[in-house]
Nanobody, 126 residues
Framework: QVQLAESGGGLVQPGGSLRLSCTVS????????MGWFRQGPGREREFVAA????????YYADSVKGRFTISRDKSKNTVYLQMNSLKPEDTAVYYC???????????????????WGQGTQVTVSS
């Protein structure tokens, strides 16, 4: 059974940085896309960033462009989300997701992903 384990969340002051990690285990095939989503209090789950496992293509929500960077380490089956210049509105539970057949038009849609982690809390507050 595939498992996605996120880590790296926590409490940070506005303007600070955090790096989230998501390690995938128990899988038999590589994904097409790995993504990060987030869900704030009283809000729907929203797209943050994604990348193609094979290739250099990345995707970002407008709200995080220039501040967040998604990357991967194939040897560790791990995807990262480096978050800089954090704002209070970035406060949310962050989820890692794995898409086996995700096409470009689906990268920002939660329905385009097959497996999800349990999430890690990120709180941006002074």
């Amino acid at each position: 059974q595939v498992q996605l384990a996120e880590s790296g969340g926590g409490l940070v002051q506005p303007g600070g940085s955090l790096r989230l990690s998501c390690t995938v285990s128990g899988h038999t095939s590589n994904p097409r896309v790995m993504g990060w989503f987030r869900q704030g209090p009283g809000r729907e789950r929203e797209f943050v960033a994604a990348l193609r496992w094979n290739g250099d293509t990345t995707y970002y929500a407008d709200s995080v462009k220039g501040r967040f960077t998604i990357s991967r380490d194939k040897s560790k089956n791990t995807v990262y989300l480096q978050m800089n210049s954090l704002k209070p509105e970035d406060t949310a539970v962050y989820y890692c997701a794995r898409g086996l057949r995700t096409i470009t038009s689906e990268t920002s849609n939660p329905r385009g992903y097959d497996d999800w982690g349990q999430g890690t809390q990120v709180t941006v507050s002074s």
